[in-house]
């Protein structure tokens, strides 16, 4: 409508109204009065000039409008004109004058016709417009009726009255603004009341082209009008009800909806509708008898709706109805006939099989014996047995049965509903019904909804029996295989449906029947519901598989549900058995998923635990009459996800240490703490809002866990992590603790990288704080070990690594004797472990002297020893562990001090293992009539090898090497001696060999040993006393050994060996009281002996010159540092004689003599000797390539000496060279080290090695005339000088030859050589 036409409208309507005033606004000359005066209107309208004209002049006759009402439509206006159009409030606004009340009547007057108008343009609009549209009309309409409810309900009622033509579509939508209308509105006059009841009543029956649609929209007004005329409403469908005759479906629809839903009555109201209810019920029973009522109910019950699903209100309260008549029939044979018609019907459709269930249970509420015998008979019929076999079911007469198996199971269950306090001696015949048709059934999503809301029901009605918590039931356990089944049963990679937390709460009702569930079932459950519910997929995941579906659920509704639902079954089953046993039983179940790889899994278990710690501290229900399970499992646990990556995680596990916490101090406390008090804002999870914030998409449909109450010990939730962590183990039992670590060192084991690094700092966060008190670490220690290798983290392994360093603070020996067990061999990861547990200083040291306690417990086998039986712990082969333990660790960093400082006893030691291994080495003959040993029990030889006497060698190698005693390493290692370590019989010359090395390079350890070697003379061992007494004898010849005992002192330790039952020890002793050191006239005596033994040198037998040169060898060692005196100088110009012998053995020993000479005079004068110790460093050099290995061996062990007694640099490099490098490097630096340190007798090595160049061994030839070489390559212009013809022909000759060697830097450098030669060659001739 237009702003000129509402103008006109507005002095039309002022007009009637003056003319209803004066009594005459009813007579036809005013309506064409107003007809002609409005010719536009008309236009406006729409529906005809005298429509519209009378529906004017009658907007006011009957009701007035008060100026406050009048008031409110003017504030409101501009936004009812807001249609299409801005708003002009001023234009239709007129002057007011204070004085003139004429003036005010007028302006109220247009105001009333404006609003009517607009009122009456949107009811028409209505009919026109979209549904968007429609919606925003409504909405304008109930804000007008909110300010002028007359105005709107008269313009609605004219509206109907003054337009009957209009279609069904617009009227159905006049409707539907009228319930709205009516529904906004405290207080409908009674006029009005009775004029759209009316309208209601006419248009309820009225059959049209939109069906029931438009029955129920005019019945949806009788219903708006039940809260304003209730009495009115009730005596009408009791009337309509009680004619005898079937009620019409609008009746029948408006009853369904009064009694689904309540809202629609005041509350006053709503018993009186009860009672009528069952008044008309009651009034109802004769019905059942009339033929034609009769079938018109089972008519119109078995009715199908359009779309085969729907269950419309009025057929639902059919159901009802039936239900309650039946109740009230007194007639059983009625009863049964009704019921069992009811069954035969079909059972296709869901609302069809609710309503017939919904029927029974409302008979068996007074008739439960007849309703039990129908239902037995129903499920003994034919039909519900083909469905029962799974038949195929393909035609529609066969599918109406196909579900009659649901309608039993939801039959069952509402009679259990309504049977109420008569229910519990039917409880267990009902559950097996219910079992035996869901285990029979086809299986579908009808079977399973329809077997779970039965037995929701069921447990309902039992919930609210008194005595059903005495009540023993005898189907819980096969109810829970049916559960357990169903769950199994559910998709795990969707979730659709509500069957989870379904299943859930019905077990929940369960944990309070009897009997309780057995342990072994309970944990079928819970594992089967974690896995079914914490291995969902994430959030987003389940919704976009539900993006697919017609009909989406809402699946954040669903997964917040189904989570709430889990927590709830873990706290029944608390409250149940509120024990720290069941506690612990629960939790054990969630451990699995605490530990999952996959984020979204983990934070569902942390959440399910945070929520039953919080449940507890809040009802303060677990038992405080037993100690915590397992405790410090679960707070390892926690505390590893207080680490988590994912931030969530984190916080529930940091508000879960809080609760947890409480709960310990509120069992330790023993007593029940005070009243819990609102918690402020927790620093580990709510941020500003209170809200956990979330960092995956799977949270956003598990809220957070609400903020509980908390108790005095709150302070824990102010805290870090570690706070936390240290003070909940500050109130742990040993044994809680010990728990602990066992949980923080299996997660070491873990697979995820995040994980072991938790575990690790936990590890050692524990640990730093209570590992002085611990028991069992040696365990301990053995399981880091095996997870070790597989931690990847450098920092996580430092970390588990730290923990053996603090443990060894206060538990060595049990470590030392664990690690014992994997040392054998020694892996880097037992290495990096031995290592760690020596990082500190003092710890190393006591490391090293427990191996070594270890090491000396050498019992032999049964067939070495004397028979006895192997010791079940098999100490030997932890002797083997230290032994390589320690050969290993004297290479480490962190042993090196420690090692230094108990040289003297593993020098013992390690001498000691090496005879117990050979001791084993020795084969033995089994005694007659001895049994054969196990298999499993190794013999003594295979152990010896096991052992291996290499390895205890070098050890003893190594300790020689890491702790600065090289030297004497060195004279072992140039004579080949260590292999005397390798037989029982040369044992004894090997420790000989030792000890002189020791004595002759002066030792500084000498004393030290000697401090320790003494007791051992007296050991219950005989290997250590044997090893004892032969270093002894060697000490005797060094000055060391008077600074530590006197000469009596030594010859009562000898003399007292005397007696030792071992005769080499005896021997060993002889040997040693005929020391020099005890009879100094020996000295002179064994000089005289020496020229006499020169001249044997000449003797033409091999084997006497080789005896002489040894015999003068040992004299000279007799003589000890006394040397051979006077004839020093001649021994070695007859012995250097030797030294191109032909035969091999003299050549070695007269060079080996000439070694033993040169040691005795190392620290006196040279004089004379000096000359012949520089002439015999070429022959040795060149010795060096003899093709006899043992020449070999001497030339170098002598050229060493003769270096050392030289005082050449470097020393240790020089004996590195001449023991293991042999090619040209080496030659080039031994020839380097000569001619460097001789150059004075440059002319006599030159002569001699030409001289070399006509031997017969053509390694020496070649090895002179490199000698030559490198000589000339230096100093060519010596060379060139001192070279005659004939040498220069030989060194050419020579070097052709070398140009054929195998070796090509041999012939390279021969090439070279030649080149020079022929220069210098040719030199004369130019």
Not at 212 to 220: E, L, P, R, T, V
Not at 310 to 320: C, G, Y
Not at 966 to 993: M, N
């Amino acid at each position: 409508m237009r702003l000129p036409e509402l103008r006109v409208a507005a002095v039309n309507v002022r007009e009637a109204r003056r003319r209803g005033r004066s009594r005459t606004c009813g007579g036809r000359d005013s309506q064409q009065g107003v007809s002609h005066a409005c010719p536009r209107s008309e236009e406006a309208g729409g529906h005809g000039r005298r429509g519209h004209s009378a529906k004017r002049t009658r907007i006011f006759s009957h009701v007035s409008v008060s100026t406050k009402e009048s008031s409110t439509c003017t504030q409101e206006r501009p936004d009812y004109a807001s249609w299409g159009q801005e708003s002009h409030p001023t234009t239709f606004l007129l002057c007011r004058s204070k004085s003139n009340q004429t003036s005010l009547e007028h302006e109220l007057f247009m105001e009333e016709a404006y609003n009517s108008a607009i009122c009456f343009k949107m009811l028409r609009d209505i009919g026109t417009s979209d549904l968007l549209q429609t919606k925003y009309l409504t909405k304008k309409i109930k804000r007008m009726a909110q300010r002028c409810p007359n105005l709107v309900m008269e313009t609605i009622h004219d509206y109907f009255k003054d337009n009957p033509e209009i279609s069904c579509r617009h009227r159905l939508r006049l409707f539907e603004v009228l319930v709205t209308v009516i529904g906004t509105l405290n207080v409908l006059e009674e006029t009005w009341q009775k004029c759209f009841m009316q309208l209601a009543l006419e248009h309820m029956t009225k059959s049209t082209e939109l069906d029931d649609i438009y029955q129920d929209a005019a019945s949806n007004v009788l219903l708006a009008l039940c809260r304003h005329s209730w009495p009115a409403v009730a005596k009408h469908l009791e009337t309509e009800l009680l004619t005898g005759v079937f009620p019409h479906r609008s009746l029948l629809y408006v009853m369904g909806i009064l009694f689904f839903q309540e809202k629609f009555l005041k509350k006053e109201d709503r018993e009186s509708w009860k009672d009528l209810l069952s008044q008309m019920t009651r009034k109802s029973v004769p019905f059942l008898n009339t033929d034609v009522w009769s079938k018109e109910l089972l008519w119109a019950i078995t009715k199908a709706g359009k779309t085969q699903k729907e269950h419309a209100p009025e057929k639902a309260f059919l159901f009802v109805y039936y239900g309650l008549i039946l109740q009230a029939e007194e007639n059983s044979t009625t009863v049964r006939m009704h019921l069992k018609a009811l069954l035969e019907t079909s059972h296709q459709w869901d609302k069809q099989r609710e309503g017939i269930a919904l029927t029974v249970g409302l008979v068996a509420e007074r008739h439960l014996d007849d309703a039990w015998a129908i239902l037995e008979q129903f499920g003994r019929s034919t039909p519900l047995k083909w469905s029962l076999q799974n038949l195929s079911l393909k035609t529609n007469k066969d599918l109406r049965w196909k579900w009659a198996s649901s309608t039993m199971l939801l039959s069952y269950g509402q009679m259990a509903a309504w049977a109420k306090s008569h229910i519990l001696p039917w409880v267990d015949n009902i559950l097996s019904r219910m079992i035996f048709y869901f285990r029979f059934s086809s299986w579908d999503e009808t079977l399973k909804q329809s077997f779970l809301t039965s037995i929701s029901m069921l447990l309902g009605a039992i919930s609210r029996s008194e005595g059903a918590h005495s009540y023993e039931f005898s189907q819980t356990s096969e109810l829970l295989e049916c559960l357990m089944t169903l769950m199994e049963k559910e998709p795990q990679d969707t979730l659709l449906t509500s069957i989870r937390q379904q299943v859930i709460r019905i077990v929940s009702s369960l944990c309070a029947l009897r009997p309780p569930i057995d342990v072994e079932r309970k944990s079928r459950l819970l594992s089967i519901c974690f896995r079914s519910i914490l291995a969902l997929p994430q959030l987003d995941a389940l919704e976009k598989q539900a993006c697919l579906l017609l009909e989406q659920p809402n699946i954040q509704g669903l997964y917040s549900q189904t989570m709430e639902a889990l927590d709830h079954m873990l706290q029944c089953l608390m409250v149940q058995n509120p024990t720290v046993n069941e506690l612990h039983f629960l939790l054990s179940h969630l451990y699995i998923w605490l530990t999952s790889e996959k984020t979204h899994e983990r934070q569902r278990a942390v959440y399910r635990c945070t929520a039953l710690f919080k449940f507890l501290n809040h009802k303060q229900c677990l038992s405080t009459k037993e100690n915590f399970i397992r405790v410090g499992q679960l707070v390892a646990m926690l505390g590893i996800l207080c680490q988590d990556s994912d931030s969530t995680i984190q916080c529930v596990s940091l508000e879960a240490l809080g609760h947890l916490y409480q709960l310990l101090m509120h069992q330790k406390a023993q007593e029940i703490p005070e009243v819990e008090r609102e918690s402020p804002r927790e620093l580990f999870g709510p941020d500003a809002d209170g809200a956990v914030r979330w960092s995956s998409g799977d949270q956003k449909g598990c809220p957070p866990i609400p903020q509980g109450m908390a108790s005095k010990d709150d302070s824990v939730f102010y805290m870090s992590s570690n706070q936390a962590l240290q003070a909940i183990t500050n109130h742990l039992e040993m044994a809680e603790l010990t728990d602990l670590i066992w949980t923080a060192i299996d997660g070491l084991g873990s697979t995820s990288s995040s994980w072991v690094q938790a575990a690790a700092d936990l590890l050692l966060l524990v640990i730093q704080e209570h590992g002085d008190s611990l028991a069992t670490v040696g365990k301990m220690g053995q399981a880091i070990h095996q997870h070790l290798c597989a931690i990847q983290m450098p920092q996580a392994k430092d970390s588990a690594l730290r923990v053996i360093t603090l443990l060894a603070r206060n538990h060595i020996p049990e470590l030392v004797a664990a690690f014992l067990d994997f040392s054998t061999p020694l892996d880097s990861q037992a290495f990096r472990l031995w290592r760690a547990l020596g990082a500190e200083q003092p710890a190393s040291y006591l490391i090293l002297t427990v191996l070594l306690a270890w090491l000396q417990k050498r019992p032999l086998p049964p067939s070495v020893g004397n028979g006895r039986s192997y010791p079940k712990e098999k100490p030997y082969l932890r002797s083997l562990a230290a032994m390589n333990t320690i050969h290993e660790l004297q290479f480490a960093r962190e042993f090196k001090k420690a090692v230094r400082d108990v040289f003297p006893q593993l020098f013992l030691a390690h001498l000691a293992q090496m005879h117990y291994i050979l001791e084993l080495s020795q084969p033995t003959e089994p005694e007659q009539g001895q049994k054969i040993q196990e298999a499993a029990v190794l013999s003594p030889q295979s152990l010896a090898s096991l052992l291996g006497c290499s390895t205890s060698l070098e050890a003893l190698k190594s300790l020689l090497s890491t702790t600065g005693h090289w030297h004497d390493f060195a004279h072992l290692e140039l004579q080949s001696a260590w292999e005397y370590f390798t037989s029982i019989h040369t044992y004894p010359q090997a420790v000989g060999l030792l000890a002189r090395a020791m004595v002759q390079n002066h030792c500084t350890q000498i004393k030290a040993v000697l401090g320790y070697l003494l007791p051992n003379l007296q050991s219950q061992q005989e290997r250590e006393r044997k090893t004892a007494i032969l270093l002894l004898i060697e000490f005797l010849y060094s000055p060391a050994l008077l600074e530590v005992l006197s000469k009596q002192a030594a010859l009562t330790v000898l003399a007292q060996s005397l007696q030792d039952p071992s005769s080499e020890i005896r021997v060993a002793s002889l040997q040693g009281l005929g020391n020099i050191l005890f009879h100094p006239e020996k000295e002179s005596l064994l000089q005289r002996q020496l020229p006499a033994f020169l001249n044997g040198f000449f003797q033409k037998s091999e084997a006497v010159v080789v005896g002489i040169m040894g015999m003068v060898s040992d004299i000279l060692h007799r003589l000890g540092m006394q040397g051979a005196g006077a004839q020093t100088l001649s021994i070695a110009i007859n012995t250097r004689y030797f030294f191109d012998d032909e035969q091999d053995k003299v050549r070695a020993a007269a060079m080996a003599l000439f070694g033993d000479l040169v040691a005795t005079v190392a620290d006196r004068n040279l004089r004379g000797l000096r000359t012949q110790v520089c002439q015999s460093m070429v022959p040795l050099l060149l010795h060096l390539k003899d093709q006899c290995p043992a020449v070999v061996t001497q030339a170098k062990f002598t050229f060493y000496r003769c270096a050392v007694l030289l005082r050449w640099q470097p020393r240790h490099t020089l004996f590195c060279t001449l023991a293991w490098e042999s090619g040209l490097s080496a030659r080039h630096f031994l020839w380097t080290c000569l001619m460097t340190h001789s150059q004075e007798e440059f002319s006599i090595h030159l002569s001699q090695a030409i001289n070399y160049l006509h031997s017969h061994h053509r390694h020496i030839k070649t090895w002179a005339a490199l000698f030559i070489g490198y000589t000339t390559c230096y100093q060519p212009q010596a060379v060139s000088q001192m070279l005659s013809d004939k040498d220069i022909k030989l060194l050419s000759s020579t070097f052709k030859d070398l140009k054929k060697d195998p070796e090509p830097g041999i012939r390279e450098f021969a090439t070279r050589q030649l080149l020079f030669f022929w220069k210098v060659s040719a030199r004369p001739n130019q």
